[in-house]
């Protein structure tokens, strides 16, 4: 998508900002800077709290803590998808014991209680940080939560993102779940931080309500409040100083396009008549309800740990199925399938009833399909209650699992799935999967790539590093080339390859990934007109010609310029 960064005069005067490309989409408006802290004279007044007792303040503090946790629960229940995953992990994370536990240790220790809050969380955040991986994402999450209790604790109405008055351009260093998911898209024009990655949890709602969005932006908090600037969520781009008139045309373009976009109503098809399955990722049954309601043909990823992440005891077989029928029975009809996706819990999505604590390094830890070595009842029970889901609603069901390492792991997977008369598959997240892709294929029905997971193991970089969001970059050529790959094997077995990460919702990416051999994308829903789209102007020897461009770059920026160029 052109901009008009290449005027000289312009960008001499105002350099164009650069960061990591999230959300397509072009805007122009007013900087609103977004500042997310309790005032200064608020805390300076409560001081101590002038608590009597160790138990007064850490009444105060469960008090506290219980209407901020509330708060989270009620902003997920009128949520779906990522949106209320992450809204519920934050208010599970607000409860935990452990916190409460360093609190009070504070408490004791001598400190007044905003002081131990301060402590408990900064300890928790230096844990998650030396942990790596998706942990040290909920780093931005627990001062999230601090700057809540805190508010409760001094009076003041919880800080967040007042919507604006007037559309604007949302500036930020970073936006807590719930600060995001709580965005309005008619008066957030475009959203841009100076920290995340590609697929922090920014990011993955930003994509979800379709806002345009640029993350890891440096020195954003610099751009003049109130001042207009152009943002590109395709290019990554964030430009002062463009004239009205040439931001307007530029805009008024992307609006047509987008017009164009949302009437596409597929199924998807390369212009030359090559089929490609458009999927949809779902959490519930509402987010169900409402990607059925997209031009989608079934579900590519349903996420069955986001049903459970509020729960402390190990629902039954039976109320499983329940929950599992609820996501079912809308693509019962259509001869649609849905690809249930077998508890991803561990790293930063920890369950109670099925994850290990105090692990050095979750995310490379006992997640995924490895918490059946220990608990094999655990899988047995949620593959019972699947089988009598898919029964139960005549429903196509594709079983995977996730973080699957080793063939051994999976053919012991594909029997179980098998004898229960469902289609067995696994997620390709480690290398080693991709690697051994056609022999994996010998022992499972199909295979799906895991792009979130796959892009950190493969560069060995946490997500959420803004300073690594170079290398968590999908478009990175090892992450493709291990891609290709698996999408190879797929057509040397004939059994279908899908990509259920978030690099799927690219409709750039999207191009080369076909172009590759993927049969298969699975998305957000309010990605999947867009992609379409842009799969209908393309033949399937272009898209050949953007997989070997994005293969064949030096860099991700590289390879997004040679796809963009080929297209035209």
Same mark, same amino acid.
């Given at each position: 998508m052109a901009t008009i960064a290449s005027n000289a005069d312009l960008t001499a005067t105002h350099p164009v900002l650069r960061g990591t490309p999230v959300v397509p989409g072009l805007a122009f408006g007013p900087v609103l800077v977004v500042t997310q802290? =309790? @005032?200064?004279? %608020? =805390?300076? @007044?409560? &001081? +101590? &709290?002038?608590? %009597?007792?160790? +138990? +007064?303040?850490?009444? %105060?503090? +469960?008090r506290a803590v219980a209407t901020v946790a509330e708060g989270y629960a009620a902003k997920a229940a009128r949520a779906s998808g990522a949106a209320a995953e992450v809204l519920t992990a934050s208010a599970g994370l607000t409860r935990d014991k452990g916190l409460r536990q360093a609190v009070g240790s504070r408490l004791e220790g001598g400190d007044g209680l905003l002081a131990a809050v301060s402590g408990a969380v900064e300890q928790f955040v230096g844990v998650f940080t030396a942990m790596g991986g998706l942990m040290a994402e909920r780093a931005t999450d627990l001062r999230d939560i601090e700057r809540r209790v805190v508010a409760r604790l001094v009076g003041e109405p919880e800080p967040? =993102? %007042?919507?604006?008055? =007037?559309p604007s351009i949302v500036v930020a260093h970073d936006l807590a779940p719930a600060d995001t998911a709580s965005l309005a898209p008619d008066l957030v024009l475009a959203l841009v931080t100076e920290r995340g990655g590609a697929t922090s949890h920014t990011a993955i709602i930003a994509r979800q309500l379709g806002i345009p969005c640029v993350v890891g932006v440096a020195d954003a908090l610099g751009l003049a409040p109130g001042g207009r600037v152009l943002v590109d969520g395709a290019a990554g781009t964030v430009e002062p100083g463009v004239s009205e008139s040439d931001a307007r045309r530029l805009v008024e373009a992307d609006r047509e396009r987008r017009v164009a976009v949302e009437a596409w109503t597929g199924p998807a098809a390369t212009a030359d008549g090559t089929r490609v399955t458009l999927l949809a990722n779902v959490a519930d049954g509402e987010s169900a309800r409402v990607a059925a309601d997209a031009p989608v043909e079934g579900v590519g990823l349903f996420r069955t740990e986001l049903c459970f992440l509020d729960r402390r005891d190990e629902p039954t077989a039976d109320e499983q199925a329940d929950i599992y029928s609820r996501v079912l029975e809308p693509f019962a009809a259509g001869g649609h399938h849905v690809v249930v996706r077998t508890l991803d819990a561990g790293s930063d999505k920890p369950i109670a009833f099925a994850t290990l604590e105090d692990e050095e390094n979750p995310a490379l830890g006992v997640r995924g399909l490895r918490l059946a070595r220990h608990n094999p009842q655990l899988l047995e029970h949620q593959l019972d209650g699947i089988a009598t889901a898919a029964r139960r609603t005549g429903t196509d069901t594709w079983v995977m699992a996730p973080m699957v390492a080793t063939v051994g792991e999976a053919a012991d997977f594909a029997e179980r799935v098998r004898g229960r008369g469902l289609k067995p598959g696994v997620m390709v997240e480690v290398p080693s999967a991709a690697l051994l892709a056609s022999r994996f294929l010998e022992v499972v029905d199909f295979l799906s790539i895991g792009t979130n997971d796959l892009t950190q193991y493969v560069m060995a970089a946490d997500r959420l590093a803004t300073d690594l969001a170079h290398l968590t970059d999908p478009w990175q050529p090892a992450v493709l080339h291990l891609i290709a790959i698996t999408a190879e094997a797929g057509r040397h077995a004939r059994k279908p390859v899908g990509v259920c990460g978030e690099a799927a919702a690219d409709p750039l990416l999207a191009v080369a990934l076909v172009g590759m051999g993927v049969t298969s994308l699975s998305m957000a829903p309010a990605a999947v007109r867009a992609v379409g789209a842009q799969l209908a102007t393309v033949t399937a020897t272009t898209c050949a010609e953007a997989a070997e461009a994005a293969l064949s770059a030096a860099d991700p920026q590289a390879g997004r310029e040679a796809v963009r160029a080929l297209l035209g």
């Open positions: 802290e =309790v @005032s200064p004279e %608020a =805390v300076a @007044s409560y &001081g +101590d &709290g002038g608590h %009597a007792t160790v +138990d +007064d303040a850490l009444g %105060a503090f +469960d967040g =993102v %007042a919507p604006p008055e =007037v």
